[in-house]
């Protein structure tokens, strides 16, 4: 029974942790494209290959260094 509920409150945790850093990412690509497209004026389609590419390699980072991966 005890190790029942240590996986079901690991499995909230890496939940918790991977809502989080999803919607982080998500405001933070909304935020970017804006900045890239609007502000700096990089054409569309390279403006979000890099925000699309650099976010992807950002998460996988966070993942890591919060455990989620383990």
Do not use: H
Not at 21 to 30: A, D, R, T, V
Not at 48 to 60: A, E, N, P, Q, Y
């Amino acid at each position: 029974m005890k190790e029942f509920i240590k996986n079901q409150i690991k499995k909230r945790k890496n939940f918790v942790i991977y809502a989080w850093i999803g919607l982080f990412i998500s405001i933070l690509s909304i935020f970017l494209l804006w900045v890239f497209i609007d502000v700096l004026r990089v054409p569309t389609v390279i403006g979000s290959t890099i925000v699309i590419v650099g976010l992807f390699l950002f998460k996988f980072y966070l993942y890591k260094k919060t455990g989620f991966t383990q």
